[in-house]
């Protein structure tokens, strides 16, 4: 009895293996399958010639006059169906084939398409936090194939980027937050993590370090004061080169209106107010003159007679203003030289 319990087992076994064996393959495989790609001919007649051949890699199995050629890693079934050892990343294509009878006829064609995932890695979850959001990333090596989930405290949350982003209001309550990779045939969760940003958990501030920032806006803030600053002084200095400026202008016409057109006619009053002293008029020709004096002949030039320079400015605070001086007269001189001459006896 227990001989043939053991010989059903084995029996059993071999029709599992079998089956195993026989997997097809399907749309989507993950990596290190072994499956089998059926070919489908007329009547289920079996093919004495075939073809298998792959998008990328050309021809990969081929029964021809009895003869096969297979590529690396595929074999032959009985009925000329294509079996994969083990598939990989490269065998991720579309397949098609062509079946013939030994008279040459064509009993069967088709293709078949899979595609090869390999196992989801791992994920990691880092998080930022700023003055107004928190943003959790979901790290998985940069993989084209996955999908990303994120969960809350084990609770799926509608968001399938890598990306989360969460308000001061969602981080009450230091809540555990994870993501999950998958693709088609594998999926991996990472280790939940607590999303804390109190106190030195803010550490950003708009994606740049918080304190490196505090010093770059007060070192901008106390550069721009400076400028403000210059500008100040030299608006100032500007303005006060410019009144002074003006007043030298104002000064000089006054000069030149005081002075004249040609420097011989005065003003009647001076810069405060005082009467001008009276021009000195030139010396009169004496009626007689002496023998002693030389007659002035008309080809005798004119002595030019300075002009006095006009009295110092005086103080409005005096009453009342020095005595002006007067031409010296030559009169008595003249006079002098008029009377004759008498010897002393």
């Not at 075939?50 to 890693?73: E, Q, S, V």
């Not at 979901?138 to 609770?155: A, F, M």
């Not at 002496?290 to 002595?303: C, G, I, L, M, V």
């Not at 001086?325 to 008498?342: L, S």
């Amino acid at each position: 009895m227990s001989c043939q319990h053991n010989l059903l087992f084995l029996l059993l076994c071999g029709f599992a293996a079998l089956s195993v064996s026989q997997k097809t393959c399907g749309k989507d495989l993950l990596v290190g399958t072994s499956c089998i790609i059926k070919m489908t001919t007329k009547n289920n007649e079996k093919p004495n010639e075939f073809k298998w051949t792959h998008d990328t890699n050309g021809d990969i199995l081929r029964l021809r006059g009895g003869n096969i050629k297979n590529a690396k890693g595929v074999s032959k079934e009985e009925d000329g169906s294509l079996r994969f050892e083990s598939v990989s990343l490269k065998d991720t294509g579309t397949y098609t084939y062509t079946a013939y009878n030994s008279d040459g006829t064509e009993i069967g064609k088709g293709e078949v398409e899979i595609k090869v995932y390999a196992n989801a890695p791992k994920p990691t979850v880092t998080f930022n936090c700023t003055t107004t959001t928190t943003t959790l990333i979901c790290n998985t090596g940069n993989r084209k194939d996955l999908t990303v989930s994120w969960y809350e405290e084990g609770k799926p949350i509608p968001n399938d980027k890598n990306t989360l982003v969460l308000t001061p209001t969602q981080l009450q309550g230091n809540k555990q937050y994870s993501c999950e990779a998958h693709n088609p045939v594998s999926k991996t969760q990472s280790d939940r993590k607590t999303v804390s940003c109190d106190g030195p958990g803010l550490t950003k501030l708009f994606g740049f370090d918080f304190w490196l920032m505090v010093g770059i806006l007060a070192g901008g803030g106390a550069l721009l004061l400076l400028l403000v600053c210059v500008l100040v002084i030299c608006a100032c200095r500007s303005c006060h080169q410019r009144t002074k400026r003006l007043q030298d202008e104002e000064e000089f016409r006054l000069a030149d209106l005081t002075q004249g057109p040609t420097g011989t006619n005065r003003s009647k009053q001076t810069a405060r107010g005082q009467p001008a002293p009276p021009i000195p008029l030139e010396d009169p020709m004496p009626c007689n003159p002496s023998p002693e004096t030389p007659p002035r002949t008309q080809n005798q030039p004119k002595a030019q007679i300075r002009a006095r320079p006009p009295p110092p400015p005086q103080d409005d605070d005096e009453e009342d203003p020095p005595p002006l001086p007067r031409p010296r007269n030559k009169q008595h001189r003249t006079k002098r030289n008029q009377e004759p001459y008498r010897p002393i006896e």
